[in-house]
């Protein structure tokens, strides 16, 4: 089955609580803006670890491309 941006949405959201979630991509490549309050006070590393550890293992075998920005629900908002 072909991964869509509606499938990764699903995925990040029944992982990760979010505010505002955007998801768009080819099939290939994907691109997110997640906003969510469990990004406070962190790196942007550490925010892109917590939604790999929402996408688990689908992470390596059915998402190859996912670019991803980042912010708090503050940091959106402003």
């Known amino acids: 089955m072909a991964t869509t941006p509606e499938l990764i ?9 979010c ?14 803006v997640i906003v969510s309050p469990a990004f406070a006070g962190k790196r942007p590393i550490q925010r892109h670890q917590i939604v790999y550890a929402a996408l688990g293992d689908r992470m390596r075998e059915e998402i190859h491309a996912l670019s991803m920005k980042t912010l708090t629900p503050e940091e959106y908002q402003g």
Do not use: K, N, P, R
Request: charged letters at 15%; hydrophobic letters at 30%.
């Open 9 to 17: 949405h699903g995925y990040i959201s029944a992982g990760l609580e």
């Open 19 to 32: 505010t505002h979630l955007e998801v768009e991509g080819d099939g290939q490549h994907f691109t997110a």
